[in-house]
């Protein structure tokens, strides 16, 4: 049996004017996340540590920034196309952990909802994808509002 382990990290600033969207679930706010996509920031950790568990590089190399495709595209739907080079590969998930660093909204009461949009992309049951939500207790820029971040931790198995 091959098991491997994944790192993700992802940042997205802050704005008036933007959708936020957190683990495939848009959240009600007065701001939203900044990027070229939808600016989910914990399903780019999320496939970033998938893609690095997978020895198969990073989130910017198989979805450019750069490339007009992939404007404001709905992040489920890279996250989609990550288990499907990771079942190329004979990989499945078996479990995901992640954070979220957020001021406010607060994330949650949007938890559940957000482990049962991502487990049905993953292929796991909801138990198996862990999602914490916590402030940055007011210190830098993610304590005073102006970005977003999430950690992800994935296992593999082949």
Not at 112 to 139: F, G, R, W, Y
Request: proline share 3%; charged share 25%; glycine share 8%.
């Amino acid at each position: 049996m091959n098991i491997r382990i994944g790192f993700g990290v992802d940042v997205h600033r802050l704005a008036d004017g933007h959708l936020l969207f957190v683990g495939g679930k848009k959240i009600p706010s007065d701001f939203g996340a900044v990027g070229h996509s939808d600016a989910d920031v914990l399903i780019h950790a999320i496939c970033d540590a998938i893609l690095g568990a997978a020895n198969l590089r990073d989130i910017g190399f198989h979805f450019s920034d750069t490339d007009p495709q992939y404007k404001g595209i709905d992040s489920k739907i890279l996250l989609t196309d990550v288990m499907k080079l990771v079942h190329a590969k004979s990989y499945k998930v078996i479990n995901i952990d992640c954070t979220v660093i957020l001021e406010r909204p607060k994330l949650n009461p949007h938890i559940p909802e957000m482990q049962e949009v991502l487990a049905n992309i993953l292929q796991v049951d909801s138990d198996c994808v862990s999602i914490k939500a916590t402030t940055h207790e007011k210190v830098d820029s993610f304590g005073e509002g102006k970005a977003i971040k999430a950690y992800a931790v994935c296992l593999l198995v082949k």
